[in-house]
C-alpha cells in the first residue's frame, strides 16, 4: 500500500486558497514541511475546463509527497475528473469537507457537507474506490453549527470507506475561523478512529505545534496561517520537537524570507500575473509588526521584479519585532 509519512516529526502544509501555490510549497518544503497540499481545487472547474483552475495543479519533481485537494457537491464529479488526475501522475488527494467559505458553500462542497453526512461519504467511497487504498484523506469541521457536533459520526464512517488519514480542524463552520480551536476535540477524535489523525487550527507558532501534539496525541499536524507568517515555522517545530528544552530557536528573517520567495516565483512563472500575485502576498510576511504600513507602501510601489527584490533587500536592515 502507497502512504504518506503521517507523524509527529512530519508536518505538513495546509491547502491554502490564493497562497499554497507551487512556489509557496516550495519555500516550506526547504523549511522542513514533509507533505504539501495544493489549493483547493474544483471538480466541477476541472470538469468543465474552468479558467485558471489547471493552473491550481502547476507542481513539479521537488514537490513531493503532494495532496491535491478537492471540493465540490457531486460525487459524480469526482468519478469524472480522478481519473485524468491520476494519468496526469497524481497520487494523493484530500476531500474538503471543511471550507466554510460561501461560494464553496454554494457548490455543495465544503462544510456543507457536515449537512449531509450521507454524500459526504458517498464521495469518499468514490475517491478511495478510483485512487486506491492509502491514498485518500478528509478534512473535516466538528459540524456545521454549534451543538451539531457530527465529527465522530462522520469520521468512523470514513473509517469504514477506506479513508486512510483525517484531518480536523476542531471549529464549527459558523465559526469561519472566530473564537478558538478546540484541541480536546482532536484527543476525543484520536480515541475513536483507528486511523490517522491530522490537527489544523491555531497552530500559529512552532510552540503551538507542540502543544496540540501533547495535548491532544494526534499522529500529525497541519501548518495553515502560522506558515504564512512565516514559512520556518516547520524548522521550529521540528527544532523543539528534538529539543523540547531549546531556547535559542532562529529569528524570523522577514527580508530574506521575502527575496526567496520572490526569486522562486519569478523562476516558476515571471509574468506580470505572478509579478502582482506575490507583491501582493509579500506584506502578510510582516502582519503584526511594527513598521507594516511603510513595508506594504514600499512592496506595492514597486514596478518591476528588480524594484521588488530591492524592496526586500532593504527591508533585510530593518529591525522589527512581531506587536
Known amino acids: 500500500m502507497i ?24 519555500l516550506c518544503r526547504k523549511r522542513g ?10 471538480v466541477k472547474g476541472l470538469k468543465y475546463d474552468g479558467k485558471g483552475t489547471k493552473v491550481l495543479l502547476a507542481t513539479n519533481p521537488e ?7 478537492l471540493f465540490g457537491g ?6 469524472d475528473t480522478m481519473p485524468q488526475l491520476l494519468d496526469q501522475g497524481y497520487s494523493f488527494f484530500d476531500l474538503n469537507s471543511g471550507c466554510p467559505v460561501k461560494k464553496v458553500l454554494k457548490t455543495g ?43 465522530l459520526e462522520i469520521a468512523k464512517r470514513l473509517e469504514d470507506a477506506g479513508v486512510a488519514w483525517i484531518t480536523m480542524h476542531p471549529r464549527y463552520a459558523k465559526q469561519m475561523f472566530s473564537g478558538d480551536a478546540d484541541w480536546s476535540k482532536l484527543a476525543i477524535l484520536k480515541q475513536n478512529v483507528s486511523i490517522p489523525v491530522i490537527g489544523s487550527g491555531d497552530l500559529f507558532t512552532a510552540e503551538d ?4 501534539i501533547k495535548q491532544t496525541g494526534i499522529d500529525g499536524i497541519m501548518f495553515a496561517r502560522g506558515a504564512l507568517f512565516d514559512p520556518a515555522i516547520f524548522a521550529r517545530y521540528l527544532r523543539l520537537l528534538n529539543d523540547p528544552q531549546c531556547d535559542d530557536l532562529p529569528p524570523f528573517d522577514l527580508g530574506k524570507t521575502m527575496e526567496e520567495h520572490i526569486n522562486i516565483t519569478r523562476e516558476f512563472d515571471g509574468s506580470t500575473r505572478s509579478f502582482r500575485k506575490i507583491r501582493s502576498i509579500l506584506p502578510r510576511y510582516a502582519k503584526g509588526m511594527d513598521g507594516i504600513r511603510a513595508i506594504r507602501t514600499k512592496l506595492t510601489a514597486c514596478e518591476d521584479w528588480e524594484e521588488l527584490i530591492e524592496a526586500a533587500r532593504e527591508v533585510s536592515t530593518l529591525t522589527m519585532d512581531r506587536c
Request: charge should be negative.
Open 209 to 212: 505545534g507542540m502543544n496540540c
Open 63 to 69: 514537490d513531493n509527497p503532494l495532496v491535491v485537494q
Open 109 to 151: 462542497g465544503g462544510s456543507a457537507l457536515h449537512l449531509d453526512p450521507d454524500r459526504l461519504i458517498e464521495t469518499a467511497l468514490t475517491m478511495v474506490r478510483i485512487a486506491g487504498e492509502g491514498r485518500v484523506g478528509v478534512k473535516i469541521r466538528l459540524g456545521f453549527m454549534n451543538g451539531e457536533d457530527n465529527y
Open 33 to 42: 514541511c514533509a507533505v504539501a497540499c495544493t489549493e483547493m481545487v474544483s
Open 3 to 26: 502512504s504518506l509519512p503521517i507523524s509527529p516529526d512530519k508536518p505538513w502544509l495546509a491547502p491554502l486558497a490564493g497562497y499554497s501555490d507551487l512556489p509557496f510549497r516550495m
Open 74 to 79: 457531486e460525487p459524480q464529479d469526482y468519478s
